[in-house]
């Protein structure tokens, strides 16, 4: 019988043994291609998931695989045909170089190599898949940044579920930290500010800045979700950062379905009472979005465009995410290097 140092595992599947600490990145997903075929399995998982939709199981299972799944991918499969780019998702190929240059900026200040890698919540790559990846290639600290500002169960909460359902799996699990939001972090605060104040310099600023965050059902909120605090929060905090009242930058609500009531004030209702009130000239950025996506280029910057002007606005610009930019790339960095310090990869890199 073998004694237990001999054994290697599979091919491939042997430790390294140096210590070595990784970054994961997790965003929201995105289908493979943008037809229904493709869309209907991300939906299916995305819409299946608990945290993002609590009804009773077996009821909800009949609406979505009934009603839902049979309807919405053609739709979806539409909206992504608009965004869609010779690279792919905007999502992905966002999150991508995202994930690049926070890769560079660690690599020129941390003491020792940190990986980073990127994994999607819903669709490929897997947050289990990539975890599991990085074990075999030898990874024992792994820090967690959704790629979500503002806590949500529906959102970093269930990010959390699919981390400790990949730790769950594994024999020899890694130590294990995750970023439960940095809404209010001061560096990104900047980092959002300067992107806006950037994109003044270029085009102009508008009569009104509307920030507009993805919406959750208010009964999350009343059952204890943080996330309509965190979303005002920042809201606030750019605002005093930007010099601007509560007339000049106001906040609302993306993304409702369903029947039940929303976080509010909604967007699309929000543009149109702007447009109806003589505002000609609306700037809309979304500091929910950390990289740009179908909710920002096709929901905002087309949909809500069209019901700006039917209701008599003249323009509604849409202010880019930080996407990949110096300022997000910084205050990630710097925010990473807070949450790794005592791991030894995350001292200052020596002169």
């Known amino acids: ?19 070595q600490a990784a970054v994961l990145l997790v965003n929201l997903g995105t289908p493979e291609a943008p037809t229904a075929r493709a869309v209907r399995p991300y939906l299916a998982e995305f819409l299946g998931d608990p945290r993002v939709i609590d009804y009773p199981r077996w009821l909800w299972w009949l609406i979505l695989h ?18 869609w780019t010779p690279q792919g998702s905007p999502l992905r190929v966002g999150s991508e170089a995202l994930a690049a240059a926070l890769r560079q900026a660690l690599a020129a200040s941390c003491a020792a190599p940190v990986r980073v890698a990127l994994a999607m919540r819903y669709g490929r790559p897997s947050v289990r898949d990539t975890i599991a990846r990085l074990q075999r290639e030898g990874v024992r600290r792994l820090l967690v940044l959704p790629l979500y500002p503002q806590y949500s169960a529906t959102s970093t909460g269930s990010v959390i579920d699919a981390v400790a359902d990949a730790i769950k799996a594994l ?29 003044w310099a270029t085009h102009g600023r508008g009569e009104k ?13 009343r059952e204890g979700d943080p996330y309509l605090a965190q979303c005002l929060a920042t809201t606030r905090a750019l605002r005093q950062r930007l010099g601007l009242d509560e007339s000049q930058l106001l906040v609302s609500f993306q993304s409702r379905v369903g029947r039940e009531q929303w976080l509010e004030p909604y967007t ?28 920002t280029l096709e929901e905002i910057a087309m949909q809500n465009e069209a019901f700006f002007r039917e209701a008599g606005g003249e323009s ?16 990630l960095a710097a925010l990473l290097r807070r ?6 990869e995350f001292a200052d890199r020596a002169p």
Request: charged fraction near 25%.
């Open 1 to 19: 019988m073998p004694r237990s140092h001999d054994y290697t595992g599979p091919a491939g599947d042997s430790h390294d043994p140096s210590v």
């Open 66 to 83: 009934g009603v839902i799944l049979r309807v919405r991918p053609a739709r979806s499969a539409h909206a992504y045909r608009r965004i």
């Open 171 to 199: 024999r020899w699990p890694p130590e294990l930290r995750l970023v439960n939001d940095y809404h209010d972090d001061a560096g990104h605060i900047e980092a959002l500010a300067r992107g806006i104040e950037t994109w």
């Open 209 to 221: 800045l509307l920030l507009s965050f993805h919406g959750i059902p208010a009964r999350y909120v």
């Open 268 to 295: 699309d209702a929000t543009v149109r009472r702007l447009a109806a009130e003589g505002i000609k000239t609306l700037d809309v950025a979304c500091p929910g979005f950390a990289v740009d996506c179908l909710e």
């Open 316 to 331: 509604l610009r849409y202010i880019p995410a930080l996407n990949d930019s110096p300022e997000q790339v910084a205050s």
């Open 339 to 344: 949450q790794g310090a005592g791991w030894p």
